[in-house]
Nanobody, 115 residues
């Protein structure tokens, strides 16, 4: 059974930082592309950051220079360090694992940035 469990969300003031974690089980973690997505109220889910199995990373333009994705294959965990948070970063953040035609999702962790 595949499980992705996010943690680290919460309430933070604008300019602050949070670090999200996503612990995976039931998959061969190192073979999967791991991503962080977010969905704000009334908006579609969007990709925030991606870490491929080969070690490459990609970011949405809106978070470049502020967010950093990293992964620890030994711990089956992917992280999202979020700095200089802004109210527009408020959303539920979801972890995803993707390989070929298999995609798995976590339940999400809410992030609220107050102005």
């Amino acid at each position: 059974q595949v499980q992705l469990e996010e943690s680290g969300g919460g309430l933070v003031q604008a300019g602050g930082s949070l670090r999200l974690s996503c612990a995976a089980s039931g998959i061969l973690f190192r073979l999967y592309a791991m991503g962080w997505y977010r969905q704000a109220p009334g908006k579609q889910r969007e990709l925030v950051a991606l870490s491929t199995s080969g070690g490459s990373t990609n970011y949405a333009d809106s978070v470049k220079g502020r967010f950093t994705i990293s992964r620890d294959n030994a711990k089956n965990t992917v992280y999202l360090q979020m700095n200089s948070l802004q109210p527009e970063d408020t959303a539920v953040y979801y972890c995803s694992a993707n390989r070929a035609r298999s995609t798995y999702w976590g339940r999400g962790t809410p992030v609220t940035v107050s102005s």
